[in-house]
């Protein structure tokens, strides 16, 4: 992994951290709502698999990953 692609996910990362710490604070940066938080972490996430697949899988496949009942069902189809 280069420099420049580790510091770009070094941001994505930092800007899922901010959407979970400001959940539930009423302030501008709160979405709302678990849900909307999830979904855009997963967005986020989705941008980390372009730059380097393999991280992306490391973190996702991780223990402090759990992907939603419905998407685990998803993958049993």
């Not at 951290?17 to 604070?25: F, P, Q």
């Not at 009423?26 to 709502?33: A, E």
Request: hydrophobic share 25%; charged share 40%.
């Amino acid at each position: 992994m280069t420099t420049e692609t580790r510091l770009r996910i070094d941001n994505i990362l930092r800007k899922c951290a901010t959407i979970y710490s400001n959940l539930g604070t009423k302030t501008p940066f709160d979405v709302g709502s678990k849900d909307v938080a999830k979904q855009k972490e997963k967005d986020l996430l989705e941008q980390i698999k372009d730059l380097d697949e393999e991280f992306y899988n490391t973190v996702t496949n991780s223990k402090y990953y759990a992907p939603k009942k419905e998407e685990v069902e998803e993958q049993k189809s």
